[in-house]
């Protein structure tokens, strides 16, 4: 019982730093990539943005079946 509690509290810190890490990563990377996309239109912005998540999620969604 004591392992599995263990193992549970180290996975939940685990995901909690990979989540931060990747966020920090996605963070810098909008840094970046804000100066290219302010000089476009709003809808662009947003069309820019919406493209990428769908492309993810999509590739998210195939990897999960």
Same mark, same amino acid.
């Given at each position: 019982m004591v392992l599995i509690l263990n193992r549970i509290v180290i996975q939940s810190f685990a995901w909690? $730093?990979?989540?931060? @890490?990747?966020?920090? $990563?996605?963070?810098? @990377?909008?840094?970046?990539?804000?100066?290219?996309?302010?000089?476009?239109g709003y809808v662009d912005i947003n069309y820019f943005i919406w493209k990428i998540v769908i492309l993810l999620v999509d590739r998210y969604n195939y990897t999960m079946i």
């Open positions: 909690i $730093i990979l989540a931060t @890490f990747f966020g920090t $990563i996605m963070y810098l @990377f909008w840094k970046v990539v804000e100066k290219f996309v302010e000089k476009c």
